[in-house]
């Protein structure tokens, strides 16, 4: 297999994980290169279903290594908790399959605290963030002021660092907030502890992803949250804190843009989206509760129920195209099964003008207007076919429609969670 990036092509929980785990089986390394553990991404294997937030989806196939890149916004505590709970669960976790960046930017105490209270601080504005530091620990690391891995494996370097981030973190508690501080001896041991138990999966990962590459290793790139969630290119300010799509690749990972070869959006049969912002196709009435109900659709790292509606083909077409992606996988297929009727969004209308075209300079993506295209359901059980050919014909015509639509070819159909539930269609 080439190096190969997978990434999702809407706003976060296409389904990520049971694709990138599906596809690791014939990799040699699998990379996180972006994002914190405010990403969930669910496998399911039998009867045991495993949420991964920071460790790769490949940790669960023997013989592959998995790399966390520096772009990863990392919480410690929650990666030794994730390393811990996969071995009470048999699998094997150790410097061997699983490697660390000592470049990642870690989440702290005060990053938890600041997320909360800012979102408060809000009020009706709020971001809807999951609290779990992310936004914060991106925020120092653009101004200079994060720690990283390297640093918490040096105590009298953790000290001074951590020192000078709480002099102003907890003037910002007390003098805008109204909020208690940290203490610092109790942060200092707290995070030089963890920081010995991380020690033994540190290293240059950059190095390492680009030495595997030479030696003619396959590498699979898997990208958290979606691209209409990007820092730059998303519904902005409702979006996360980094570059999720493939694009985020070269500095998230220190791996060079021009030895990945191949790259494969992820986009569900219909749309849903967590937290709050702008989401131009959901549906508030009985369509979207159908929808919920039937996907399962809550957050796998939050619980919260998702925001759900049709499918939006402008949306991914612009996140297909900013990404440069070769094709893109259709996934939860099977949760269409019961409807007469399907709705697929087909272009927008933006102050009165109708285009085919993304608006990313719309100011207010609450007032678009999705135009809509109607196709008949199926209302067949679709969860046990495996070949293309064999699935209802307005199954396969709501798929070649949907493909000629958004202009890229569908290489890959999910049709339920299990792994093997899956249709190749060229990948």
Known sequence: MPSLSVFGAQWGDEGKGKIIDLLARDADVVVRYQGGSNAGHTV??????????????????????????????????????????????????????????????????????????????????????????????????????????????????????????????????????????????????????????????????????????????????????????????????????????????????????????????????????????????????????RLGRKGHEFGATTGRPRRCGWFDSVAVRYALDLNGADGWIMTKLDVLDSFEKICVGTSYKVEGEESLTYPVGCADLNAVEVQYEELPGWQEDITAIRKYEELPAATRAYVEWVEERVGAPIVMLSVGPERDQVIPRGL
């Not at 039998?46 to 949420?51: I, L, N, P, R, S």
């Not at 990053?111 to 936004?135: N, Y």
């Open 44 to 289: 399911i294997v039998g009867e045991d279903k495993y949420v991964l937030h920071l460790i790769p989806s490949g940790i669960l196939h023997p013989g592959k290594v998995n790399v966390v890149g520096n772009g990863v916004a990392l919480d410690p505590l929650t990666f030794m908790d994730e390393v811990d709970g996969l071995r009470e669960r048999g699998i094997p976790v150790e410097p061997e399959n699983l490697r660390l960046s000592t470049s990642a930017h870690v989440i702290l105490d005060h990053h938890r605290k600041l997320d909360g209270l800012a979102e408060t601080w809000l009020g009706g504005g709020r971001i809807g963030t999951t609290g779990r530091g992310i936004g914060p620990c991106y925020a120092d690391k653009a101004s200079r002021t994060g720690l990283r891995v390297s640093e918490l494996l040096e105590p009298g370097r953790c000290r001074e660092r951590l020192s000078a981030a709480l002099l102003e973190k907890n003037a910002l508690f007390a003098g805008v907030h109204e909020a208690e501080g940290l203490e610092l001896e109790e942060q200092v041991e707290k995070y030089v502890a963890v920081g010995e138990r991380l020690r033994p999966f540190v290293c240059d990962t950059g190095a390492y992803l680009r030495g595997a590459h030479a030696e003619g290793k396959s590498l699979l790139f898997e990208g958290a949250q979606g691209v209409m969630l990007d820092i730059d290119h998303g519904t902005y300010p409702y979006v996360t804190s980094s570059s999720t799509g493939a694009n985020g690749i070269p500095s998230g990972a220190g791996f060079p843009a021009k030895h990945v070869d191949r790259l494969i959006g992820i986009a569900k049969a219909y749309c849903t989206r967590v937290g709050e912002g702008p989401f131009p196709s959901e549906e508030h009435g009985e369509a979207g509760e």
